[in-house]
């Protein structure tokens, strides 16, 4: 029973993110920005987000356009990392014990905005707590959350391996769990996968067991911005611990990993990933209005006017099925979009893309339902 439980938690848990950290996750966390990377800009449409499965991620503004590449000419299969989940719990567990001696931060605001703006938060989090010479960060502090969807603010730890990350130390700051006996300024309450934050003083700024990071809840985000613009302007090379986050540190969790690896097993190498933003989460985000596109059949026309020839066999098509129906099933008089995406989805499916000549394949939150 308790096996079952655990196994049930896990999933519920991975189908709240995996539309996202699926991704990412097809390229092992490489990530590289629009504004670095101008090989075969796209034009025109605005899409939600295209990549080559070649180690490239490239991150997106919003809905902004953004690059792709073509796959590695002499492409070669990835040795497959091994994963024992209480083994791994272990490890996790060691490394994220606090050490006595160095400045520890806890991060007071709450996730903000969807995933690509709680991205750049985290992103300039990093940096500001580099910038102040901080050397960890309090886990139960980070917290991600699917917005639109259930809404629950769930700990870093659930979805991105801590332990790769912390074997970067010090040149990233180390994610560690919260001890009462060292960290005296603040309680850390509640579930453990929902934390709470409570602090133990009048102006947490002031706290110094541990010091508070981020004077707003938009500084974080807004350094990030701050960053890319003087690196856009030419100011400014990409820094060391950014390089070092997105090309090496920052990826999923293992079970996620894992979850994904046995899902491309036989797709061809040099597929395509089409994050298409059709769910009606999207359709209620109210920014980047004159931007998004949420009609599924222009953005298909979009990326196949930009390849008359298709550039690969097969095109992995990232969305949350679970959400579009559900929108079908209870307000379909009220979203006629939500149902003619649907209908799109289930012909690309069944029908393929230019013409029938390139495989769609979906990946999303069914692939979590269907893994053990």
């Not at 090379?237 to 090309?247: A, N, P, R």
Request: proline residues 5%; contains cysteine; positive net charge.
């Amino acid at each position: 029973m308790n096996v079952r439980r655990r196994q049930n938690r896990s999933r519920s848990l991975l189908e709240k993110f995996l539309a996202v950290l699926a991704i990412f996750s097809f390229w092992n966390l490489t990530f590289v920005y629009r504004a670095l990377d101008n090989e075969h800009t796209m034009t025109g449409k605005q899409l939600a987000g295209i990549t080559f499965a070649s180690n490239h991620f490239n991150v997106l503004n919003g809905v902004e356009v953004d690059t792709i590449r073509g796959p590695p000419s002499n492409s070669v299969q990835k040795p497959r990392r091994i994963f024992n989940s209480v083994e791994y719990d272990k490890q996790k567990k060691s490394t994220m014990i606090p050490f006595h001696n160095v400045s520890t931060v806890a991060y007071p605001h709450g996730p903000f905005g969807g995933f690509r703006n709680q991205y750049m938060t985290f992103t300039g989090m990093m940096q500001l707590i580099h910038a102040h010479n901080h050397s960890q960060v309090i886990v139960e502090t980070i917290k991600w959350k699917d917005l639109f969807g259930t809404n629950q603010r769930l700990r870093h730890d659930i979805f991105f391996d801590v332990t790769h990350w912390n074997s970067f130390y010090p040149t990233l700051p180390r994610f560690v769990e919260y001890d009462p006996a060292i960290h005296r300024d603040i309680k850390i309450f509640g579930k453990k996968d929902t934390p709470s934050l409570r602090w133990n003083v009048d102006d947490p700024f002031q706290a110094t067991e541990p010091f508070a990071v981020g004077d707003t809840g938009l500084q974080a985000q807004n350094q990030y911005k701050q960053y890319v613009k003087r690196v856009v302007e030419g100011l400014q090379s990409q820094d060391q611990l950014d390089l070092i986050m997105h090309k090496s540190a920052f990826r999923p969790h293992p079970a996620l990993q894992k979850i994904i690896d046995e899902f491309t097993d036989g797709i061809p190498s040099g597929y395509l990933t089409l994050h298409a933003r059709i769910e009606p989460d999207m359709q209620k985000h109210n920014m980047c209005v004159d931007s998004k596109v949420t009609n599924f059949t222009h953005i298909i026309q979009a990326l196949e006017e930009k390849f008359p020839e298709p550039p690969v066999s097969t095109v992995l098509l990232i969305l949350n099925r679970e959400i579009l129906e559900k929108e079908v099933e209870s307000n379909k008089a009220a979203n006629p979009l939500a149902v003619y995406n649907l209908k799109i989805l289930n012909d690309v499916l069944e029908q393929g893309m230019w013409g029938g000549r390139v495989q769609a394949i979906e990946a999303g939150g069914a692939l979590a339902k269907r893994s053990k």
